[in-house]
């Protein structure tokens, strides 16, 4: 699938003609990403946006309050501002709300258009997270979840229940890769009446764009592929409608979860690139992919961009570009004894740890480590074993990380 052209400017015009003006449009998505939402400086021409480190702001009278649009940062922030007017353009919404992680997005989407009595039906393989704040914080709290195999369209609408919400999904899951049909679950959302959100994590909008498939909602880690670099922590929930933005800024504000200043400073250089890293990490992900696939020591290997890949067809339809992102796994012969071992030993430049979507190649063991808070029989529903290893891959020389994949595995 090939993303369209943007027609409208990336940002404000800083002049009426000439230096400063924008030229006519339409205009590319890299464009967008180096230059949407941000303009030079009024007040010294600066490039970049100033960081607005400041706790409050000083009104002009009691009547003329919050006149210039602020008035305490835990309730609205100009850089943050800014990062938000930016993600709303790259994801093709309204408006969008940015969050301190991602998982306090996932909380204020679960808590802005969920209450006691009311059900949401969620995928059974997410986040691990994301499963814990259903399964444990909200079901506590009155609401009812039904954990549904997003693969199959009748499963989710066989779950659907006269007190239904909201439908939660993610694609591609974290960590096995399934995909679920986006436009398809938007569509049957839509004829119910029910909203629906999308945690394309996995996906970020230069692959993927919910909102363009039909979501009401998408939502993003901005700590892997808009971050990039392993700096920072922080979401965002990109919207479809004005209502649907104004609420979770309500439920923000009550949470006082709003991403902090510098974060949204960070976040808005290192977004600018997130396109270039990714066709990097799609193109190393594919050689990774290639190789598990053809060593012996491997059992199966599971990447967007495989041709056996169970779900070849819609990855080709919904992922843009051709890009299938850096995410794959894999499971070694031995189980999961032999699958320990390849994360215990495997040398750098990959790194044994957590997180995902960054320039550095990560090796990370979902059943210690993102998904250990799922219990057990519901990981090993879904395929997470013990031995299974979740790949992100950088924007290393694919043939070092070719060299160190090889020496372990051979030595298992």
């Given amino acids: 699938m090939s993303a369209k052209p943007l027609e409208a400017a990336p940002s404000s015009n800083s002049a009426a003609s000439g230096a400063g003006s924008w030229v006519d449009g339409p205009f590319g ?20 946006t100033p ?16 006149g210039k649009g602020y008035s305490y940062s835990r309730t609205r922030n100009p850089t943050v501002a800014t990062l938000e007017e930016k993600i709303a353009k790259l994801e093709n919404g309204v408006g969008a709300c940015c969050f301190s992680t991602g998982m306090a997005a996932t909380v204020t989407v679960m808590s802005a258009f969920l209450g006691a009595g009311d059900h949401c039906v969620i995928t059974d393989c997410s986040y691990g997270g994301t499963n814990r704040a259903a399964r444990i914080m909200f079901q506590k709290m009155g609401v009812e979840f039904s954990f549904v195999d997003f693969t199959n369209l009748k499963a989710i609408e066989a779950a659907i229940k006269p007190n239904t919400k909201l439908i939660f999904s993610e694609t591609p899951v974290n960590p096995i890769l399934k995909l679920c049909d986006i436009a398809a679950i938007s569509q049957l959302a839509k004829s119910k009446n029910i909203l629906h959100c999308c945690d394309g994590t996995f996906a970020p909008p230069c692959m993927m764009r919910a909102l363009d498939l039909g ?3 998408a939502l993003q880690s901005t700590t892997k592929y ?6 920072t922590v922080g979401g965002a929930v990109a919207a479809a409608t004005k209502e649907i933005d104004e609420q979770l800024h309500f439920y ?22 997130m396109s270039l890293r990714l066709k990097q990490q799609s193109a190393t992900a594919q ?23 169970p779900q070849k067809e819609l990855a080709d339809r919904q992922h843009l570009n051709g890009m299938h992102g850096g995410m794959l796994w894999f499971e070694v012969k031995g189980g999961t004894a032999a699958g320990k071992k390849l994360m215990d030993t495997i040398q750098r430049p990959w790194s044994l740890c957590e997180n995902l979507g960054a320039v550095e190649s990560i090796i990370t063991c979902p059943a210690v480590m993102t998904h250990a808070n799922m219990l057990k029989e519901d990981r090993e529903k879904v395929g997470i074993t013990d031995g299974l290893v979740r790949v992100s891959c950088g924007i290393e020389d694919a043939e070092d990380l070719l060299r160190s994949l090889k020496v372990a595995l051979d030595n298992l």
């Fill in 226 to 231: 808009y971050d990039g670099h392993n700096m």
């Fill in 287 to 309: 050689k990774v992919a290639e190789f598990l696939h053809e060593h012996p020591n491997v059992e199966v290997v599971r990447y967007p961009g495989l041709p056996d890949f």
């Fill in 215 to 217: 979501a009401d909602m």
């Fill in 51 to 66: 960081i607005m480190q400041s706790t409050t702001f000083v009104q002009e009278s009691i009547d003329a309050y919050c």
């Fill in 29 to 48: 998505y890299e464009t967008f990403l180096v230059h949407g939402a941000v303009k030079p400086d009024a007040a010294t021409g600066a490039i970049l």
């Fill in 252 to 273: 923000q504000n009550i949470h006082g979860n709003i991403m902090s200043p510098m974060v949204a400073f960070f976040t808005l250089q290192t977004s600018k690139t």
